[in-house]
């Protein structure tokens, strides 16, 4: 770094050589030719910490040259060495995650916790982009003659430019040249003065990655020389194409000098981004929503909330909550621990959020919090604001913030807000946060922004965010031209209540019936009515598609599918199966357990929702449910009745680690986890469920658990494997609903009102025909026939013999005595283990 004894670094970096200040061009680290320089600025504490080279109009051609040079050898490289290139890129970048995290607090002032999620959800155009590179494809359609084809084919423009903001420096460079390397386009970046550092250490380790020389150039300037430097590179013949992120006043100047050469030109200008919150929102979710959207980076995103309308009926209320969460907001160093919001990047930005505040009380708004700037160390922090009162006369109801300043606007009726929202010229991005899904398709169709938040803010980029890339949609002066944009598609968290969070650009996909029918049935997902589902409102059609593409295309997690509505199951259907196995007589313990399933369809029909269902289910003990009906059997007519949507055929190719709905979400992996236990993973996966259950529930046993007990067991042990995260996640949920549900029906004992019933009818019906029905295990040896003891002879040879239950008992045990593994603890039972196969129940444990 050529600065470094001029300036003392404030930070440490594990990879020092990630550190640069020098222009990059060719491969080269370059100076200006005026020599001239600029500070480099720490908005924490107002400190310059290095410097970089102020280019000028006279280094634009060098950097043009080197990149049209290097277009004509990076064109002929395959698609899939570009891709290995990207990859390879990314991998270095996740490498070293940590350090330029540091680089970017002491640029931006973000705090610590925002950069490493700006890295986070960058990383995802990389990886993207490296995939799409590969799929760039011409066509071949029949013109007017048809003895004619015509071909189209695409091929890279050449060198391009790229404009880039200081708020996410590393989520706009690698969006922008992620899709240019991977059309086989040279780019130059044109980083802000604010934000040099960061994008030429991306530009390091793009060389490091293979990228030939000129294939990435960077130049430097301060901000007087930007717009010099800026209209050369747009002006240049060498340029084919601009990309600008940034003011709409500067894009405007950018579209009018690309214009002059017909030059392709994207924008992604300012927003004036509106919230809208209905009475019959879930304050909760939109509080936690919009919360962390419009104080990220201390407000200043081009799709924060910057006019927040709240409907009468809980404005109060809602302005209540958000005062008092707003109070909690640690403003402080990014680099420091306890810090929820850093500064302001720009003293500029201080001087305009302060100018808007003067101007909304002069007009007789009222500020509830802040306004004021904060002295700290010399960096540029302002206080977490809160106005009311807000009139679209103000010059804060009309312009961009762009710093941690909130205004609350009232409303009674849809259609005032909705002019309100429109009523900008910068329709970047809208939200709305409702549960009545009709009023939510209205604002769908009737909000101008290129973006439109459901019951979300796309404010929480994370590992494991879907990135879903569409073309743009051209809204006043927010966003014109074929960008590709990206849509946040991010898991539910929270409520349950949660309706959607998808984005205007699927809208072409919700003309299909089937989702038509889940929007109706999303208006109270934890009410789902228990009907036929899907089935009944599609003539019986195998929906198994919609399901696949629906989550395909949204990125949808196994939670979204179940909020959605895709778990709606008929337990009428599995009830009839029961019956019917009555009937034919197809098992023998079925009549003695019928109690749990009468109490289990009772339930689930006085209720006629998921929520009873599942709580029917999650009140069975492990054994009845298990060896009453069997998991396969079961879990199969549910997945069948759910996704197949046609009864009496069997399922084909249906696995139970898909998870497709709720029920199966925690039977699958229940089965999954008891079904192996004869491996010694599985043995140990039992011995600590056990262990858990003692502690927790004084259950002595998995198999006298019930099967909510048994879920919480494995998820506290955590038994699921990384592929089946979605399931553990589910678990959570599912418990985490059931703890305040009450199931009725609880089996004992005739006699004792001992739960050993469960058990005991199971080994009396199959070994003595019945003349132990109803009693446990002890009041059975109390009652046993003359001369037969339970160690006798008589038992063993009943149950060697019984080929039909071999199976099961040597899952357990390994012996094909299948009862003595339920039998409870008493001295007979382990004097029968020891007697006839050497060994005491309790030293199988260890």
């Not at 910057?306 to 809602?318: A, E, L, M």
């Not at 019936?513 to 889940?518: G, N």
Request: some cysteine; proline content about 4%.
């Amino acid at each position: 770094m050529g600065s470094a004894q001029k300036y003392e670094l404030p930070f440490k970096l594990k990879n020092t050589e990630l550190l640069h200040n020098l222009s990059f061009v060719h491969g080269e680290w370059k100076k200006s030719r005026s020599g001239k320089t600029f500070e480099v600025v720490d908005p924490g504490t107002g400190k310059a910490w290095t410097e970089c080279p102020t280019n000028d109009a006279s280094d634009v051609d060098d950097a043009v040259q080197s990149s049209q040079k290097c277009f004509e050898e990076y064109k002929k490289i395959s698609p899939r060495q570009r891709a290995q290139m990207l990859f390879k890129w990314d991998s270095l970048i996740r490498e070293n995650k940590e350090d330029i995290a540091t680089i970017l607090v002491y640029e931006t002032g973000k705090p610590r916790a925002e950069a490493y999620g700006e890295i986070d959800y960058s990383t995802g155009f990389t990886w993207w982009f490296a995939g799409e590179a590969e799929r760039i494809q011409g066509s071949v359609f029949t013109p007017a003659l048809p003895d004619r084809r015509v071909f189209t084919i695409k091929q890279p423009l050449g060198v391009t430019a790229a404009l880039v903001p200081w708020n996410f420096p590393i989520a706009m460079i690698l969006r922008k040249a992620g899709a240019a390397l991977a059309a086989g386009c040279t780019m130059i970046v044109k980083p802000s003065p604010e934000t040099p550092i960061t994008v030429l250490t991306l530009a390091y380790l793009a060389d490091k990655a293979g990228f030939p020389k000129g294939a990435l150039n960077v130049l430097t300037t301060d901000l007087d020389k930007t717009p010099e430097l800026s209209e050369a590179l747009c002006r240049h013949d060498l340029v084919k194409k601009v990309s600008f992120t940034g003011s709409t006043r500067v894009g405007k100047l950018v579209a009018k000098i690309c214009s002059d050469n017909l030059k392709k030109v994207t924008l992604e200008l300012g927003g004036n981004c509106p919230v809208l919150i209905f009475d019959d929102a879930s304050i909760d979710q939109a509080m936690g929503q919009i919360f962390a959207l419009k104080y990220r980076h201390a407000g200043q995103a081009c799709i924060t909330a910057n006019r927040i309308y709240v409907q009468s009926g809980i404005f109060d209320k809602f302005l209540e909550r958000w005062n008092a969460e707003s109070k909690k907001i640690v403003v402080g160093h990014g680099a420091e621990k306890e810090t929820t919001m850093g500064p302001v990047t720009t003293p500029r930005g201080i001087n305009k959020a302060l100018a808007l505040v003067e101007d909304a009380k002069k007009k007789g708004a009222k500020i509830h919090l802040g306004g004021n700037k904060v002295s700290k160390n010399g960096g540029y922090f302002f206080e977490p604001t809160v106005i009311t009162g807000v009139t679209p006369d103000m010059d804060i109801a009309k312009e961009e913030i762009f710093a941690p300043v909130c205004t609350f606007l009232k409303f009674d009726t849809e259609e005032e807000v909705v002019k309100a929202a429109n009523d900008t010229s910068m329709g970047l991005a809208s939200y709305c946060f409702t549960k009545n899904v009709d009023r939510l398709w209205r604002l769908f169709e009737n909000l101008e922004a290129g973006m439109i938040g459901l019951n979300t803010a796309m404010s929480k980029p994370k590992k494991d965010t879907t990135i879903a890339l569409v073309p743009d949609q051209d809204v006043t002066l927010a966003e014109s031209g074929q960008l590709m944009t990206v849509t946040l598609f991010s898991p539910i968290e929270g409520s349950v209540r949660h309706v959607t969070d998808v984005c205007v650009s699927v809208d072409a996909c919700l003309k299909s019936p089937y989702l038509k029918r889940l929007v109706e049935v999303a208006k109270d997902p934890a009410n789902i009515i228990l009907d036929n589902g899907l089935t009944s409102d599609t003539g019986g059609v195998n929906t198994q598609s919609a399901l696949v593409w629906l989550a395909h295309l949204h990125g949808l997690s196994v939670k979204h599918m179940a909020e959605l509505g895709l778990n709606n199951v008929a337990p009428v259907a599995v009830w009839e199966v029961l019956q019917i196995w009555i009937v034919q007589e197809k098992r023998g313990d079925i009549q003695d357990l019928k109690p749990w399933f009468d109490a289990w369809y009772e339930t689930a029909v006085a209720g006629k929702t998921l929520t009873h269902y599942v709580a029917g289910l999650l009140a069975f003990p492990c054994q009845a449910f298990d060896h009453a009906v069997g998991f396969a059997n079961v879990t199969k007519y549910l997945v069948y009745n759910t996704v197949g949507g046609i009864k009496d055929r069997k399922p084909k190719g249906i696995k139970l680690k898909t998870f497709h709905l709720a029920p199966n979400e925690f039977i699958g992996p229940l089965n999954h986890a008891r079904g192996g236990l004869k491996t010694a993973m599985h043995k140990s996966i039992w011995k600590k469920a056990n262990n858990v259950l003692r502690f927790d529930t004084e259950k002595c046993n998995c198999w006298d658990a019930t099967i909510g007990q048994y879920l919480a067991a494995l998820v506290k042990i955590d038994v699921f494997p990384i592929e089946d995260a979605m399931a553990r996640s589910s678990f959570q949920g599912i418990l985490e609903r059931m703890k305040h549900f009450e199931f009725d029906y609880t089996p004992a004992c005739d006699r004792c009102q001992s739960i050993d019933f469960v058990y005991g009818v199971r080994m009396t019906r199959q070994f003595t025909q019945g003349y132990f029905d109803g009693l446990c295990l002890d009041c059975m040896d109390r009652s046993k026939p003359k001369g037969k003891d339970l160690d006798d002879e008589y038992w063993r040879i009943n149950a060697n013999v019984n080929k039909r239950w071999d199976s099961r008992c040597r899952m357990h045990h390994g012996q094909p005595t299948w009862y003595v593994s339920w039998l409870g603890r008493d001295d007979a039972r382990q004097k029968l283990l020891k007697e006839a196969h050497g060994y005491h129940d309790d030293e199988e444990d260890e």
